[in-house]
């Protein structure tokens, strides 16, 4: 009787582990095998008619129809992410699927122990995580359901995290568009009395990284590019605690500040407390000095925004970001191989700097 051939004797033939042809045979890990190995793998299989038993063949993927995600500090996360959040969750049921907030705890003695239960508990069919949580035992657990896991980055210009974690699908924000326009746009003589403002982290460094580069391309020298930082305390309530703490440091060093005529705001709540902190010194926003801060638009967010701060911003759409998001989990939940999504910025001049520049080009 001729022997039936097994997983161990192509896995032999092909000169791979065992588990390699399991791999290129499962439709969820296949495409963890480089191509032409899998060419190999498959092209064997088919030659000695060999399949992966019927118990693993007819395994599928229950679809529990929620897409999960993972929030670190709860009242800060949905804050800054409301709009985007309404947006995405109306995309998400005109597909059938609901977005499930998930609490996790981002501390590295909760952490990994917080994404083990969700993972086991199969709560989602794809999870949504901020780059922050990939680290340590995390990223290990999260390998083992692969790119039914999408990382928002919110790392301005260092994709070093992408490339470590190329089995996450991940969505990343170009900001070189906005902020060579920003550079073209604004005039000279602004960047020459220039303080770059913000909370002290990874984006605020990143954010830097890239001015300078601009500054450098454009022949503006880098050391006229003052920086100012604070600190941001844990608190229940990060939004209003570091608005306060960015105000009471602005309040400080308020003669840094004064004379200056524009200033780059790594974030809304930093812009915010020093436009109301030199407003409250006699100072007035676009006759004395300009903001650029970061804020995404949309059409949603324009009947809800009362307020019309004369700031020009470093934005992205937030309508076609809701749509782009729902596509890909679409996408990764029938075919779970790694893509990889990236959302172009723009630079929106405040309106009393387009009247500026219109009356320059009248002249």
């Known amino acids: 009787m001729k022997k039936q051939i097994t997983s161990q004797d192509i896995a032999r033939m092909a000169n791979v582990s065992q588990s390699t042809v399991s791999r290129a045979l499962n439709p969820n890990t296949s495409w963890r095998i480089y191509s032409a190995k899998r060419a190999e793998i498959l092209d064997l299989c088919q030659k000695y008619h060999y399949k992966l038993p019927t118990a693993k063949t007819d395994k599928k993927f229950r ?84 790119s039914r896991v999408i990382c928002d980055y919110a790392v301005v210009d260092d994709v070093s995290v992408q490339k470590q974690h190329q089995w996450l699908s991940t969505v990343i924000y170009d900001y070189n568009p906005a902020f060579e326009q920003a550079v073209q ?131 992205h759409n937030i309508d076609i970001q809701a749509n782009k998001f729902t596509e890909l989990i679409m996408t990764l939940i029938d075919d779970p191989t790694p893509r990889h999504e990236t959302f172009p910025t723009f630079f929106i001049p405040s309106k009393s700097l387009t009247e500026q520049l219109k009356k320059t080009t009248q002249e």
Not at 83 to 112: E, H, M, N, P, W
Request: glycine share 6%; net charge positive.
């Open 63 to 146: 679809k529990t129809f929620k897409v999960g995600l993972l929030l670190g500090s709860m009242e800060r996360d949905l804050l800054s992410l409301s709009f985007r959040l309404r947006l995405l969750c109306d995309q998400l049921q005109s597909c059938g699927y609901t977005l499930t907030l998930i609490r996790v705890d981002f501390s590295k003695q909760k952490l990994a122990q917080d994404v083990k239960k969700i993972l086991k508990s199969a709560i989602a069919d794809i999870y949504l995580v901020d780059a922050s949580l990939l680290h340590g035992q995390t990223v290990e657990l999260l390998n083992e359901i692969g």
């Open 185 to 315: 746009t604004i005039p000279r003589e602004y960047f020459d009395s220039m303080i770059f403002w913000g909370w002290k982290n990874k984006s605020f460094e990143g954010k830097l990284r890239l001015l300078k580069k601009y500054f450098n391309k454009y022949n503006i020298p880098v050391s006229k590019l003052k920086t100012i930082t604070f600190e941001r305390q844990q608190s229940l309530y990060p939004g209003t605690s570091s608005y306060r703490i960015a105000r009471e440091e602005v309040h400080r060093k308020i003669d840094m500040f004064k004379n200056h005529k524009l200033f780059w705001c790594s974030g809304r709540n930093s812009a915010d407390a020093l436009n109301d902190e030199l407003q409250a010194s006699g100072l007035v926003c676009g006759r004395d000095y300009q903001i650029v801060t970061f804020n995404g638009r949309s059409d949603l967010k324009k009947n809800y925004e009362f307020v019309n701060d004369d700031y020009c911003f470093i934005s």
